[in-house]
């Protein structure tokens, strides 16, 4: 059984308010007929039926002030109460406090460990590995850990090949901001049937969306509404071509922010954990209220 790990960086469960919170705003008819004709908003209760799971989990985690990015994802991918180990919560980018728990130990470092095949499936443009050879960009806590467990990065060859997909699920990006006029693009549909396609290959696959997190930070009511559209969309394409007996998809995130654009900052809401697949597989996953379960429950699933 496979598990594709998919990150939405900055996304929590926010108030019934389309004023503030894209996910009331926006019609996502995909998602929302999975979960019941509801929005994903704070006022939805929990769900388990025969399509999905859903659950609210803490992202503070005991400790005082406002979740953060570096931290958050060291916790899902260690298990490990990282914020209360250190006394605060810690990002964007980690601290070397925080980067030495992704020096071993991570659920990479496991499915290796294991002979399982692993893979962030995003692609990297050339400007990317520059800055971080250069030292003018840290690694984020996700392609660290990555790294650290001896797993290359893929890079615009790799997209080119067919071989990962843009973080922005379409490839638009690499068009608009990175200067490759030839690179693929795909219709959201599309987008999400290749990403099922990719995630088939390993055992354990991680996607890693980050523009959710940004378009929080920007307040930027259209660009989140334009996100979560594309989104429902790839979502549909991906469950289009993922059957239960492939294994799980995991769908969660490191901390609130896009569900509240009143505010800049991150928020303390809890975030969703949406899990697709078989529903007795699901049952591993439900009983997780915080942030440091999600990761053993993986490593269980994956028998690693």
């Given at each position: 059984?496979?598990?594709?790990?998919?990150?939405?960086?900055?996304?929590?469960?926010?108030?019934?308010?389309?004023?503030?919170?894209?996910?009331?705003?926006?019609?996502?008819?995909?998602l929302?007929?999975?979960?019941?004709?509801?929005?994903?908003?704070?006022?939805?209760?929990?769900?388990?039926?025969?399509?999905?799971?859903?659950?609210?989990?803490?992202?503070?985690l005991?400790?005082?002030?406002?979740?953060?990015?570096?931290?958050?994802?060291?916790?899902?991918?260690?298990?490990?109460?990282?914020?209360?180990?250190?006394?605060?919560?810690?990002?964007?980018?980690?601290?070397?406090?925080t980067?030495?728990?992704?020096?071993?130990?991570?659920?990479?470092?496991?499915?290796?460990k294991?002979?399982?095949?692993?893979?962030?499936?995003?692609?990297?443009?050339?400007?990317?590995?520059?800055?971080?050879?250069?030292?003018?960009?840290?690694?984020?806590?996700?392609?660290?850990?990555?790294?650290?467990?001896?797993?290359?990065?893929?890079?615009?060859?790799?997209?080119?090949?067919?071989?990962?997909?843009?973080?922005?699920?379409?490839?638009?990006?690499?068009?608009?901001?990175l200067?490759?006029?030839?690179?693929?693009?795909?219709?959201?549909?599309?987008?999400?049937?290749?990403?099922?396609?990719?995630?088939?290959?390993?055992?354990?696959?991680?996607?890693?969306?980050?523009?959710?997190?940004?378009?929080?930070?920007?307040?930027?009511?259209?660009?989140?509404?334009?996100?979560?559209?594309?989104?429902?969309?790839v979502?549909?394409?991906?469950?289009?071509?993922?059957?239960?007996?492939?294994?799980?998809?995991?769908?969660?995130?490191?901390?609130?922010?896009?569900?509240?654009?009143?505010?800049?900052?991150?928020?303390?809401?809890?975030v969703?954990?949406?899990?697709?697949?078989?529903?007795?597989?699901?049952?591993e996953?439900?009983?997780?209220?915080?942030?440091?379960?999600?990761?053993?429950?993986?490593?269980?699933?994956?028998?690693?």
């Open positions: 059984m496979k598990l594709l790990f998919l990150f939405l960086d900055g996304i929590g469960l926010g108030e019934d308010n389309p004023e503030i919170n894209p996910f009331a705003k926006t019609s996502m008819p995909y929302e007929s999975l979960l019941g004709n509801k929005k994903l908003t704070k006022s939805i209760e929990s769900v388990d039926n025969e399509f999905v799971s859903l659950h609210a989990v803490d992202p503070n005991g400790v005082k002030g406002l979740p953060q990015s570096a931290t958050g994802q060291a916790v899902l991918l260690t298990g490990i109460n990282i914020p209360k180990e250190l006394g605060y919560h810690y990002g964007p980018k980690p601290n070397p406090e980067a030495k728990y992704l020096e071993a130990d991570t659920i990479f470092h496991k499915v290796i294991a002979d399982k095949k692993t893979a962030l499936l995003n692609a990297y443009p050339p400007r990317y590995f520059d800055g971080i050879d250069s030292g003018k960009r840290l690694y984020s806590s996700i392609p660290l850990a990555l790294t650290n467990a001896g797993v290359s990065l893929f890079t615009h060859e790799d997209y080119f090949a067919g071989k990962a997909l843009s973080a922005d699920f379409t490839g638009q990006g690499w068009h608009d901001f200067n490759f006029p030839n690179a693929p693009i795909f219709d959201p549909h599309t987008a999400g049937i290749k990403l099922a396609q990719l995630a088939k290959e390993y055992d354990f696959s991680f996607f890693e969306y980050w523009a959710s997190d940004y378009a929080g930070h920007k307040q930027d009511m259209d660009s989140a509404v334009e996100q979560l559209e594309t989104f429902d969309a979502l549909a394409g991906l469950l289009s071509s993922w059957r239960s007996e492939d294994g799980l998809i995991l769908l969660t995130s490191d901390h609130g922010n896009m569900e509240d654009l009143s505010t800049r900052k991150h928020t303390a809401n809890q969703p954990l949406l899990l697709f697949g078989d529903k007795e597989s699901r049952k996953f439900n009983q997780i209220k915080q942030l440091t379960e999600i990761a053993p429950a993986i490593e269980k699933f994956l028998e690693i």
